[in-house]
T-cell receptor, first 114, second 111 residues
Framework: DTAVSQTPKYLVTQMGNDKSIKCEQN?????MYWYKQDSKKFLKIMFS???????INETVPNRFSPKSPDKAHLNLHINSLELGDSAVYFC?????????????FGDGTRLSIL | RKEVEQDPGPFNVPEGATVAFNCTYS??????FFWYRQDCRKEPKLLMS???SGNEDGRFTAQLNRASQYISLLIRDSKLSDSATYLC????????????FGSGTRLQVQP
């Protein structure tokens, strides 16, 4: 059973298109995240939701819009895709009020913009 | 200055060697510390949490020095399967629970 699952695993599309990535976790966690890993392999937080409420919104272009229909799902919609959006996007989840809670990652969505 | 800094490596070591990685963090208010492991084209996975008293899990030992703001990971008796990128991770803000990642240190264990 996959704990954190993302779809699609690979996404190849043209500049200017709009696309969505979906994430679901079956761990019963209350917090979910989106991270971006660029070509230099640097992982950076984009968004975080706790019980469907946005709690972190880093400096990300407003073309990126997260949506959390319930605490088990966090989707990411991207408008007007640009070349610089090419990266691996990881969803993650965690449980607990403390900062010491480890996060469980999905296996990533590899987005390539042509 | 980056919030979390690591030597990118690669560290090329023979099987059976002992290897150590260090990581420094800039924010003295950092709360929690972890080592994650990421295999090529895979997701990061938690290797171990790091506690002030130091902690050990089999061949892996992690230590935290709050005064000097650095974290270390020691791997004894390296195996081929230890080849991966090791990510130093801290949480910077109690209420936010987001992880701040270092850029990772690549380890290649050779036969």
């Amino acid at each position: 059973d996959t704990a954190v699952s993302q779809t699609p695993k690979y996404l190849v599309t043209q500049m200017g298109n709009d696309k969505s990535i979906k994430c679901e976790q079956n761990l019963g966690h209350d917090t979910m995240y989106w991270y971006k890993q660029d070509s230099k392999k640097f992982l950076k937080i984009m968004f975080s939701y706790n019980n469907k409420e946005l709690i972190i919104n880093e400096t990300v272009p407003n073309r990126f819009s997260p949506k959390s229909p319930d605490k088990a799902h966090l989707n990411l919609h991207i408008n007007s895709l640009e070349l610089g959006d090419s990266a691996v996007y990881f969803c993650a989840s965690s449980q607990g009020a403390g900062a010491n809670q480890p996060q469980h990652f999905g296996d990533g969505t590899r987005l390539s913009i042509l | 200055r980056k919030e979390v800094e690591q030597d990118p490596g690669p560290f090329n070591v023979p099987e059976g060697a002992t290897v150590a990685f260090n990581c420094t963090y800039s924010n003295s208010a950092s709360q929690s510390f972890f080592w994650y492991r990421q295999d090529c084209r895979k997701e990061p996975k938690l290797l171990m949490s790091v506690y002030s008293s130091g902690n050990e899990d089999g061949r892996f030992t992690a230590q935290l020095n709050r005064a000097s703001q650095y974290i270390s990971l020691l791997i004894r008796d390296s195996k081929l399967s230890d080849s991966a990128t090791y990510l130093c991770v801290v949480t910077l803000d109690t209420g936010r629970r987001a992880l701040t990642f270092g850029s990772g240190t690549r380890l290649q264990v050779q036969p």
